[in-house]
């Protein structure tokens, strides 16, 4: 079981800087990847990022390439994602997940058994 914690969303303005973390249960020696999604208001969920927690090999979605950096703290279990130059299509609920399992799919939610609550992320224009 590998419990998972958002925090750290907020309302900020348009080109604002945030920090999401996401606190881990494990300690990470059964987990093989973890990710941000992200849920906007009337639309699908959205991959954001992903990374492996062995390698720190790490995947963007489109529309955060640039602006957006997944990292890891092993010795705090904590994973995070910095948010910069935020926009307000940047809105939305933002998940973290985590998968044991060693797999090729990493932008596809289905491909992670754990998840986190949310937290929610404004950007106001």
């Known amino acids: 079981q590998v419990d998972l914690a958002e925090s750290g969303g907020g309302l900020v303005q348009a080109g604002d800087s945030l920090r999401l973390s996401c606190a881990v249960s494990?300690?990470?020696?059964?987990?093989?990847?973890m990710a941000w999604f992200r849920r906007a208001p009337g639309k699908d969920r959205e991959f954001v990022a992903s990374?492996?927690?062995?390698?720190?090999?790490?995947i963007y979605g489109n529309s955060v390439k640039g602006r957006f950096t997944i990292s890891k703290d092993n010795a705090k279990n904590t994973l995070y994602l910095q948010m910069n130059n935020l926009r307000p299509a940047d809105t939305a609920v933002y998940f973290c997940?985590?998968?044991?399992?060693?797999?090729?799919?990493?932008?596809?939610?289905?491909?992670?058994?754990?998840w986190g609550q949310g937290t929610q992320v404004t950007v106001s224009s």
């Open positions: 997940a985590a998968t044991l399992s060693r797999t090729v799919w990493l932008e596809r939610g289905y491909a992670y058994g754990y």
């Open positions: 990374v492996t927690w062995s390698t720190s090999s790490t």
């Open positions: 494990d300690n990470g020696n059964n987990i093989y990847a």
